[in-house]
Each structure stands twice: as C-alpha cells, then as structure tokens.
C-alpha cells in the first residue's frame, strides 16, 4: 500500500520511496529511507496535505508525493533499550584531556591571518541565535523554515581575528532550493577556516545526517548541541564525551538563547580553526553491513576520482558520495571523461544491485545507519516533551478540521483591528498630538524671528505638514510587525502554509507561499526577499509578482487621509475592503499568470512543523526597533526631501520666480503631461498626478504632497468618486521603488520594468471600473 491510504494515528515502515530528481534527494535527506519508520499524524483540514513523524519531527507532505511512497503497515516499535546508561558525564574542558586539541602541539595558522567560520545547520536549529549570541548584533530570528534567506557576517565578541557567516539553513549538502544553495557554495568554494556546526539536540537523528555530511568536507568542524535546555529539561541526556568519539570532532552542550555553553564553544572553535584540526573521522560506511557492498563503492570510486577532485580542490569523500547519488554539479565539476563515468557507473549498478536499494537510497541509508549508532550509544532520548506535547494540543485547535480556517481569519482579524482600531491608533493619536505641538510651537518661533516668508512656508506648510503626516504613522506600522513577528515567531505561520497549501495550489503555488505574502502586508521589501526560501523557480516569480498586491503598510496614511476627509465614520469597512481588494486582485491575476506565463504544476510541499515556541522579546524587541529606525530613516530621507523638492516646485514658475497661484508652477507644467492620462479615471487633476508620482519614491509621499497641494481643502476638489477611485489606483499601481529594486534584484531588470508597467495598467483599469460603477450608481 502506498503511504496516501495510511490512516491518521497509523505506523507503517517505507518499503520503497517513487518519484525522481532533487525531490526525491529531498525526501531521502529528509530521512524518507526504506526502512525507516513513520506515522501519520494528521490531514489538514481541506484534507491534503498530511503531517507525519519520522525520526522524531514532524514533516508535511501532499498526497501526491504520499502516493508514491510505498509501506507496509507496521505496530508502533516498541523504543529500543538504550546503549547508554543516561549517566552524567562530565566533559573535559579545552586541552584537559588532550584529545583533540594537544597542547603546545600542531601547526598554528600566522597571527594576524582572519579566522572564517561558517553557521551551518538545520533550519530553526538556533543559528541565527547563536549568531546574535557570538557577534553581539541583532538578526531577525523567527520560527519558520527559512527566515534566514541572506548571508550575515560579523565578529566573534572579544575575537577581533574572527569572521563567522549565518547561513541559511539547509538539511543536506544536496540543495533543494535556492537559499540551499548559497549555504552549500559558501562551504564548497569560499573555504572557511572551520565550520560550526548547529545542532538541534532535541531532533538529533535528522540534524545529524547533515553534520555526516560536513565531515566529508575536509574542514574543521565542531558540532554545538543546541537547545540542551529543553533537551534536560525533558529528561535527555547526552554523552559528549562518546559522541566525540564516534564523531571525529569536538562536541559541545549549548543553549544559544540561554546563553549557556557559549564560552566553550567559541574557545574550541578558535582553536580547531587556529591550528587547523580536520575531522578525525570521515568513514562512516561500515564494512560489516550488507556485505560491504557500499563501503566497496565508495572507496572503489574515491580511487578513480582522486586527481580530479585534488586538481579541483574539492573535498575528495563528499565528491566521491555525490558522484554516487549522481549529482550534475559535482560530476561536470570535476570534469570526469566518458570513460571515467562509464566504469564508475559499473561500480554504482553493481552496488545496486548487491545492496538491493537505489543509489540515492543506499547513500541516505549509510548515513542513517550510522547516526542511529552514534545516537544508540551516545543519547538518552528525553521524553516526548513538554513543548512537544503543547505542541500537538494546541495545533489540535489551529490545524483543526473545523477550526483551523476560522481560527486564521479571527486572528487575522484581531491583528488588523487591534493595529489600526486600538493599539496603533491610540499611539497614534498621542505622536500627532506631540507633532502639533511641535508644529505650533516652531510656527510661533519663526513668526517672533520674523523668518523668511517663503522659509517660513517651507518648514511650517512643506515639511512639518508633509513628514509629520507620514510620521504619525510610525506607532501603527510597528505596531503590525510586530503582531507579525509574534505570528512568525511562535511557529504559527508554518502551520498557517499547513492549512492553506490546498487553497494556494487552486492558484498555482503552495502553502510555503503564504509567509511572502502575509509579510507584504507590512512591507514589500522583506517580502520579496523571503521567497527565496521556496524550493521552486516557477513559484519564486510567481510569488514575487503577486506580492505587490498585498497591501503594504506604507499605503495605510492614504487610506486614513482619504477616509477622514471624505468618508468619515466608516474607515474600517473601506480600509478593510481595500486590503480583500489588494487580495482578490491577486488572486485574478495568479488565475491568468497559472493559464499564460507559469503553466506547469505547483511543486511539492515538504516542509518541517517547528514546535510553538514563546517569541523572544528581546528578538521581538530587536525587529521592531530595526523596523522603527528603517521607517524614521525614510521619513527623513527619502520623504522629507521628496516633500522639499515639491514644496520648492510647487512655489515657483518655469522662470524660477516665486509664485503665489500654484497653477503656474513647474509642477503643475510636468505633472499636465501625465493628467491626460490620468482623466478617464477622474484624476486627471495635476496636483493628484503629482502626488501619485512622488508616491512611486515612497507610498507615504503621497499623502505629504497632497497636505503641501491641497492645502488641506482636498475635498472641495475632490468628489467621493474620484476619492474611491484614487484609493483604489493607490492600492494597486506600481510599487514604490524600494520594492521594484527588490524585485529587480531577484529578477532582473525586465521583470521589475514589467512590474511596474502591468502594476499601473492594472490600477487604471481597477480605477476605471470604481468610477463606471460608481456614475452608473449615479454617483460622482
Ligand atoms: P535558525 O532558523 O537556525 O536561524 O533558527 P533561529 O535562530 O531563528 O531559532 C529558531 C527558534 O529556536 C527560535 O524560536 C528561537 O527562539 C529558538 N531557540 C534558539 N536557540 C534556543 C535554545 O537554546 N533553547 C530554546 N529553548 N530555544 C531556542
Ligand atoms: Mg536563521
């Protein structure tokens, strides 16, 4: 039977894993071996995909991979009797013992050389903690697959010689997406001095399949068990002293948000880098088993290719392992002849045969075997956890059959309206307040020093009426992100792409999707970065192209402004029904993008449940406080001298005079160019053409430049119509520049001009249809 009929509570063991290419390598390096043991857990709500448990974690699957894994049901196993005894050891400190790090011996590296380290590991086994930990600096760190999508470097505290990079987290050296990627070429090419190792203790058998791995790389290596105080706290125990046996390499307890262990860690990783200690094992394919025919394999193919891989400077066993699995990058890397890759083909069926697994399967099989050792004689495993256990009641609620889907929209909508209706706008109120004051007081000022009239004008009416109406937004937009943070934080967001994965492949994406666009409601910039955590090409453009449609922060001051002056008293319905239109738009135009430019299927959606885990404040405290300052930075850069700029051409006339009658300004003359356009849709006024282009440097500029035009007598000018219709241009025309600059550094420079053009004709013609709709009403 295939692992699609397997009932929820059910176990079986795999007999075969189907299917072919990086997905299936995927599968396998997620531990989806023959033989291995899983159980389903549940369906999601719409009914695909599933969650099992294997080797401990939780992991996502659709029904159509699910299908092609074929089991055979088995009991639940009964859990092993331990080699380990559980009993405490204590772990010599550095040089104590002399086992790995002889004292006064070796061969240091030259002072003065920059010791490089590389953060590998898992996602969410803490990297990006530990990061912060080590270099004192203030990465966002989240709970979800993925949040680090960039490389960060930075210096060790008190260790001016150290370089350390956070990478992105990938399971194996096999990269299945395209943040995988940079994390692998990191190691392969850049070479660091040593690589340090995180490791999620409370999940060791998966993260130690990625460690094997690692030790193949011909690198220094030193593995950091992190999370050791959920791991005790739950009854785990570990025996450091025999996995660093069993390992090759020096192993240390840590707990990266507790900051425990950090100090040992960061003297052995010194050292091991300094003196340049290599793993002291690399051969983990065991003669004894199943005749030695993969040991016989390997060893016969690291012979053939030797000069090819020393020529290349690439690690000769991780080579020889992925020649085997039949990787293209490493093969044409090491430039192998016909011949060459004829015999070792031989050697590979041959071993197929003998071992009676697939090559892939075979590899990912060794490894297991040998991390199921290691665990078998190194780890007492804790009792299912506390957070486990917490874990599995609360998604009983927010992965629910019936209540999951409920559950997101409430709490969607407790976020919006505690944002704008509560929290944000109470803050609100308190900055404008604070901001007049300023305002009144500094007019008072420059009338008694009897300043400049037209300075005067420029600092009271130009930039304390432009910036201040953009900056009373600050309270409300950090006050969003940081109820995103928390969703994001707390492990909600992995299971939100859980539950909607269905839904989002009816448009041609997957679940994994979701997390870009929830982040676009706060801004498009880190939206668009987050895609590269989607395994597929097809779903990464697809993704961008439809973020922009989710309504970004910086477009909140528009809806407010315009509410207030012309639809007083039923702000939360229109600003609600701009962010569903923001929403619908996109999923029209995912419809005609699935039928035209991305046809094709949407790709498989294997993906880790992370436990709930309590957001950090300091974590949370560190984002909002980077969101704060990147949002000041703008007002006071990009919008205060956007708001000048208008100001000085809206006061003076092609001959640089001063002038009283706005009408003659410079302004008036370019933005008259674009008016034309602009008038099926009734906004064919200069001073909303000019305010929509300033808008195009920054969405928030668009209401600084209609305070500075308009003079604050905007609705004598203005009908409700053409306010709808301008809401709605607003909502959906190109994205600020920001935004296209992301887009063209993901992209390129053909798509973020497409972008912006296909953006504007979309809200021109959305503008069309709010100002036919609203005439046939007899409206406007
Ligand atoms: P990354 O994806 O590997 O960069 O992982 P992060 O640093 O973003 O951390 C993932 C989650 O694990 C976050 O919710 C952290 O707060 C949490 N975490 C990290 N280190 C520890 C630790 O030592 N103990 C516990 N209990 N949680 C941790
Ligand atoms: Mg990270």
């Known amino acids: 039977m295939t692992l699609r009929e397997l009932e929820p509570d059910k176990s079986a063991v795999i007999e075969s894993v189907g299917g072919d290419g990086a997905l299936r390598q995927h599968l396998l390096d997620m531990g989806m071996i023959p033989g291995a043991e899983l159980t389903v857990m549940k369906y999601a709500p719409m009914g695909d995909p599933m969650e099992i448990k294997i080797h401990g974690y939780e992991l996502t699957l659709r029904l159509a991979e699910a299908e092609q894994i074929v089991i055979r049901e088995a009991e639940k196993k009964q859990e092993k009797e331990s080699g380990f005894s559980g009993k405490h050891e204590a772990h010599p400190g550095l040089g104590e013992s002399g086992k790995f790090h002889p004292k006064g011996s070796g061969d240091p590296l030259p002072e003065g050389e920059i010791l490089t380290f590389a953060l590998v590991g898992n996602q969410n086994s803490g990297k990006t903690t530990l990061f912060n930990c080590l270099t004192g600096s203030n990465q966002h760190v989240g709970n979800f697959p993925g949040v680090t999508v960039d490389r960060k470097d930075g210096r060790i ?88 046996k069993l390992l090759g390499v020096p192993v240390v307890l840590i707990s990266a948000a507790k900051g425990a262990g950090i100090e040992e860690l960061v003297s052995h990783a010194v050292h091991i880098a300094r003196y340049q200690e290599k793993p002291l094992k690399q051969d983990f394919c065991d003669e004894s088993l199943y005749g030695g025919s993969v040991h016989r394999s390997i060893h016969a193919i690291i012979h053939l290719i030797q000069d090819h891989a020393v020529e290349k400077k690439m690690p000769l066993r991780f080579a020889a392992e992925k020649v085997i699995e039949g990787d293209e990058l490493v093969i044409s890397g090491l430039g192998l002849d016909r011949n060459e890759i004829e015999t070792m083909e031989h050697i590979v069926l041959q071993m197929e045969k003998e071992r009676g697994l697939d090559r892939s399967a075979a590899m990912a099989d060794m490894r297991f075997a040998y991390i199921e050792k290691v665990c078998d004689l190194a780890v007492k495993k804790p009792k299912e956890s506390r957070e486990r256990i917490r874990s599995e009641k609360i998604d009983r609620i927010l992965t629910g059959k019936y209540t999951a889907i409920p559950v997101f929209i409430a709490i969607m909508g407790l976020v919006f309206w ?50 201040g109406s953009v900056l009373s937004f600050l309270p409300i937009i950090v006050t969003l992100f940081f109820f995103l943070s928390l969703l994001e934080d707390s492990g909600y967001i992995a299971r939100v792409a859980f539950v909607m994965d269905k839904l989002l492949r009816k448009i041609g994406l997957s679940g994994r999707s979701i997390v870009p666009m929830l982040i676009g409601f706060g801004c ?102 980077e969101k704060a300052r990147d949002f000041l930075q703008r007002a006071f850069s990009v919008i205060l001298i956007a708001t000048i700029v208008v100001w000085l051409l809206k006061n003076f006339d092609l001959h640089l005079n001063l002038t009283a009658d706005s009408q003659n300004s410079i302004l008036a003359v370019i933005s008259g160019l674009i008016a034309p356009i602009m ?58 520049i920001a935004a296209v600059a992301s887009i063209r550094r993901e992209l390129g ?21 709010v100002r036919l709709i609203g005439m046939l009403l007899g409206l406007g």
Request: net charge neutral.
């Open 749 to 769: 420079h053909k798509w973020a001009v497409s972008v912006v053009l296909w953006q504007c004709a979309v809200a021109w013609m959305a503008a069309l249809i």
């Open 524 to 625: 498009t910039v880190p939206a668009v970065m987050a895609t590269r955590t989607l395994p597929s090409e097809r779903d990464r453009r697809m993704t961008i192209l439809l973020t922009p449609f989710m309504s970004c922060s910086a477009k909140l001051p528009i809806y407010a402004f315009f509410v207030s002056a012309f639809f007083p008293g039923r702000g939360w319905l229109i600003i609600t029904g701009l962010y569903l239109l923001g929403i619908v738009t996109g999923i029209l135009v995912a419809f005609l993008y699935r039928g035209t430019m991305f046809k094709g299927a949407a790709v498989p959606f294997v993906m880790e449940l992370p436990n709930y885990r309590m957001p950090g404040i300091k974590n949370v405290a560190q984002l909002l406080w």
């Open 679 to 736: 008038v099926p849709v009734g906004l064919g006024d200069w001073r909303i053409c000019t305010s929509l282009i300033c808008g195009i440097l920054a969405k928030e500029s668009v209401v600084s430049t209609m305070k500075i035009l308009f003079e604050n007598n905007a609705a004598s000018v203005l009908s409700p119509l053409s306010a709808a219709a301008l809401l709605v241009f607003s909502l959906l025309y190109t994205p600020c």
């Open 157 to 244: 505290k008190g260790h001016p010689e150290t370089l350390i990079t956070d990478l992105p987290g990938i399971y194996s050296m096999s990269p299945y997406s395209s943040e995988e990627i940079v994390s692998r070429n990191f190691v392969l090419n850049e070479k660091p001095k040593a690589i340090i190792n995180i490791v999620d203790a409370t999940n060791i058998e998966r993260n130690l399949y990625l460690t094997m791995q690692l030790l193949e790389m011909d690198i220094p290596v030193v593995v950091a068990l992190n999370m050791m105080d959920e791991l005790t706290a739950n009854g785990g125990v570990i025996n450091v002293n025999m996995m660093e």
């Open 418 to 467: 505690l944002t704008f209706n509560v929290i944000g706008a109470w803050l609100q109120g308190l900055l404008e307040m604070g901001i007049d004051a300023l305002a009144s007081s500094t007019d008072r000022m420059l009338t008694n020093a009897n300043v400049n009239e037209a300075l005067h004008g420029l600092i009271i009416d130009g930039i304390f009426s432009g910036v």
